[in-house]
Structures are given as structure tokens and as C-alpha cells.
């Protein structure tokens, strides 16, 4: 089944405006982590969050480990946040199982 | 301290031919993983190497190859290319991987084979 599951897989914001990344993983996988994939391809470390929240500016994110699954919250977005948001976790080997996904795009 | 670094950014190659990539991870990371990505099938694992052994695979065919050496840095291998192998190609490192440890990325090496 499904490891990484993420939602929503695309989402439009106006500049100014909130919103909220999921990320489901099954129980085989822990040790989340979130990133960003900016224009260049290159993966931007946002959190490293096994369990718990952790804020960094306008970016937080909550993981209850209990129940399976993680938060991105982005306040007051910009442009500049426009990209590709990936959550992922370690599989029992020590893998690190990626999401699709959740491509969101800021308009001015 | 520096980053993840990736030799060379973009490389075209013609089918048939192979591919040597480099990474040079963050100083004081031992563990160096690689990954695929692709629009068809998103991120995916190849390799991770610890200490100059491989200690983990994904589920990539025999020619996809690595090494890592004495001083961490890695290289991965693409024999006998195929247009299915155009894709962007990511290294990681991590103090010392196994699942426990935040992974660092390179900005990616962008093959296309023609």
C-alpha cells in the first residue's frame, strides 16, 4: 500500500493567504521530513520532524506520529513560496520514501 | 559549513553510452544516499552508502551502480543508457543515515539521454 500519501497534489493561493499541506504515512515509515523543491530541482530542507511542532517564520509544522500524520502550515504566503512540497519518511530499512507531492502556486 | 555538492549539473548523453555522477557531501556526513526523480514516477531511492559499503538498494536494475570513498565523497554509474534513464538525480547526505539522521540534498545533476 500507499507509504507517503500527500494532499492536496496542487494548490492556487493568492498572495497573503494561509493554507495547510497533509502528509499520511503508513505505519512502516517515521522520522518525517518536509521539504521544498525549488524551480532548479534542488530539495530545501524545511523540517525534520519525527513527532511534535516546530515553527521557522511563517512555515510550521505539527507531526502526531500516533495517528499517522503530518501538517505543513504556511502563513501569510508569498510568491516566493510557489514550488513543490514534499513530505518524507524512513521506511523500516532505512529508506527515505517520498510523497508525490503538493505543487502550489502563489499569484500576486 | 559548505553544502551538498553535484558534478556535473546537466550532462547529455546518447543511449547506450554510460554516466558517471559525483556528490561531495556536507563534511562530517558519512553516509551518502542517491535518488531518481522523475514526472512519471516521482522521487525515488537508488542507494545508500556508508562508510565506502552500500547498505541499502532500491529496486533499480544492475546497471545502476555506486561507490564511496575513503573521504565520503560518492559516485554513481549508469551503464548502457536508456531514454527512460533521462531523469534528475539527487544525492543526500546525513551524519550517519540508517533512517535516524536529517537528510541534506545537492542541488541535482539533470541527465537527458537522447
Known amino acids: 500500500g500507499i507509504q507517503v500519501e500527500q494532499s492536496p497534489p496542487d494548490l492556487i493561493l493568492q498572495e497573503g493567504a494561509n493554507s495547510t499541506l497533509r502528509c499520511n504515512f503508513s505505519?512502516?515509515?517515521?522520522?518525517l521530513q518536509w521539504f521544498h523543491q525549488n524551480p532548479w530541482g534542488q530539495l530545501i530542507n524545511l523540517f525534520y520532524?519525527?513527532?511534535g511542532t516546530k515553527q521557522n517564520g511563517r512555515l510550521s509544522a505539527t507531526t502526531v506520529a500516533t495517528e499517522r500524520y503530518s501538517l505543513l502550515y504556511i502563513s501569510s504566503s508569498q510568491t516566493t513560496d510557489s514550488g513543490v512540497y514534499f513530505c518524507?519518511?524512513?521506511?523500516?530499512?532505512?529508506?527515505?520514501?517520498f510523497g508525490q507531492g503538493t505543487e502550489l502556486s502563489v499569484k500576486p | 559549513k559548505a553544502g551538498v555538492t553535484q558534478t556535473p549539473r546537466y550532462l547529455i548523453k546518447t543511449r547506450g553510452q554510460q554516466v558517471t555522477l559525483s556528490c561531495s557531501p556536507i563534511s562530517g556526513h558519512r553516509s551518502v544516499s542517491w535518488y531518481q526523480q522523475t514526472p512519471g514516477q516521482g522521487l525515488q531511492f537508488l542507494f545508500e552508502y556508508f562508510s565506502e559499503t552500500q547498505r541499502n538498494k532500491g529496486n533499480f536494475p544492475g546497471r545502476f551502480s555506486g561507490r564511496q570513498f575513503s573521504n565520503s565523497r560518492s559516485e554513481m554509474n549508469v551503464s548502457t543508457l536508456e531514454l527512460g534513464d533521462s531523469a534528475l538525480y539527487l544525492c543526500?547526505?546525513?551524519?550517519?543515515?540508517?533512517?535516524?539522521?536529517?537528510?541534506?540534498f545537492g542541488p541535482g545533476t539533470r541527465l537527458t539521454v537522447t
Open positions: 520532524i519525527p513527532s
Open positions: 543526500a547526505s546525513s551524519l550517519v543515515g540508517g533512517g535516524s539522521y536529517e537528510q541534506y
Open positions: 518524507a519518511g524512513y521506511n523500516q530499512g532505512g529508506k527515505l520514501i
Open positions: 505505519d512502516s515509515v517515521n522520522n
